[in-house]
């Protein structure tokens, strides 16, 4: 998703969750706020996006982009449009425009399923979706 969006994007706003808003939502365990960080700054890096992105913490599911009005894009999951169309919403109300939504395809395990940072978090593929534990062991 963020290299799509570094791809097609002159400047990002990437949102990464407070440690306290990641376990109200999330309801499971997350790295540390400062781990999610540093391993997106370390990725932007290697996509050379680093000096065109800015990193927030996001202690709400909509963060800055209720209310900045330079934002033209939110890119998402099928898995997360409701929350940019919820975010729209709220958007128009506060007399802002509509973002365009970007929907992100999921990206395919070789394991088997999808990519997903739970999937990597329980070991089960790494971060390029290739299988941890032999199939079928758990």
């Given at each position: 998703?963020?290299?799509?969006?570094?791809?097609?994007?002159?400047?990002?706003?990437?949102?990464?969750?407070?440690?306290?808003?990641?376990?109200?939502?999330?309801?499971?365990?997350?790295?540390?706020?400062?781990n999610r960080r540093k391993e997106l700054v370390r990725y932007l890096s290697e996509i050379d996006a680093?000096?065109?992105?800015?990193?927030?913490?996001?202690?709400?599911?909509?963060?800055?982009?209720?209310?900045?009005?330079?934002?033209?894009?939110?890119?998402?999951?099928?898995?997360?449009?409701?929350?940019?169309?919820?975010?729209?919403?709220?958007?128009?109300?506060?007399?802002?425009?509509?973002?365009?939504?970007?929907?992100?395809?999921?990206?395919?395990?070789?394991?088997?399923?999808?990519?997903?940072?739970?999937?990597?978090?329980?070991?089960?593929?790494?971060?390029?979706?290739?299988?941890?534990?032999?199939?079928?062991?758990?």
């Amino acid at each position: 998703m963020i290299a799509l969006a570094a791809a097609t994007s002159r400047e990002i706003l990437i949102g990464i969750t407070s440690d306290e808003f990641a376990r109200k939502s999330k309801g499971r365990g997350v790295a540390d706020f400062e781990n999610r960080r540093k391993e997106l700054v370390r990725y932007l890096s290697e996509i050379d996006a680093l000096g065109r992105s800015r990193i927030v913490t996001l202690d709400d599911a909509f963060g800055p982009a209720l209310t900045e009005r330079e934002l033209d894009a939110i890119f998402v999951t099928v898995d997360t449009v409701g929350n940019a169309i919820e975010l729209n919403r709220a958007r128009r109300e506060s007399g802002l425009k509509a973002l365009e939504i970007v929907i992100v395809p999921k990206v395919l395990s070789q394991a088997g399923g999808f990519v997903s940072s739970t999937r990597i978090r329980a070991g089960e593929i790494d971060e390029e979706g290739r299988p941890i534990r032999p199939a079928g062991q758990r």
